[in-house]
């Protein structure tokens, strides 16, 4: 069981992300890639910040990916996601699975990012010309002091 999970500060390579699953073995790679949008909801969205509990988020992106490793044989896994201020356009996650098959490659991909989204310790906080906000605690609206 291969498996790569990471937090970066930097810019995604996405070359990199592949890199990490592709092999002999592996006759399918699946990517997925979640890019900062410039709406949503159907309001403006100028920027993103991600905001993480590091070593819970990676511990907890490691376990996921484990038990998507036990569930479906020979694939490979790699996810990175981003932390702090993104542009539009940047991507915020890359996902990626290998497997001798298609099938497994695009199951594997598409359960890792699903899983991750629902269970790390990950924030995300849009702003837009109406301010900012924590996407996902709509009832918790920032006060002036947090809009910039």
């Not at 069981?1 to 992300?17: K, N």
């Not at 490691?62 to 539009?88: C, K, M, Q, S, Y």
């Amino acid at each position: 069981m291969t498996t790569f999970v990471a937090l970066s500060e930097t810019a995604i390579s996405v070359d990199e992300t592949i890199a990490r699953v592709r092999h002999g073995g592996a006759g399918g790679v699946a990517v997925f890639l979640g890019i900062v949008r410039d709406t949503n909801d159907g309001k403006a969205v100028t920027r993103l910040e991600y905001e993480a509990y590091g070593a819970m988020a990676v511990a907890e992106m490691r376990r996921i990916a484990d038990e998507i490793a036990t569930e479906i044989p020979d694939v490979r896994l790699a996810i990175v996601h981003r932390v702090g201020a993104l542009a539009i356009g940047d991507i915020a996650v890359a996902c990626a699975a290998s497997a001798p098959h298609r099938v497994e490659a695009f199951r594997g991909c598409r359960e890792l990012i699903d899983r991750v989204k629902a269970r790390a310790p990950i924030w995300k906080r849009e702003h837009g010309p109406d301010g900012a906000h924590w996407v996902g605690w709509e009832s918790a609206p920032l006060g002036a002091s947090e809009r910039r």
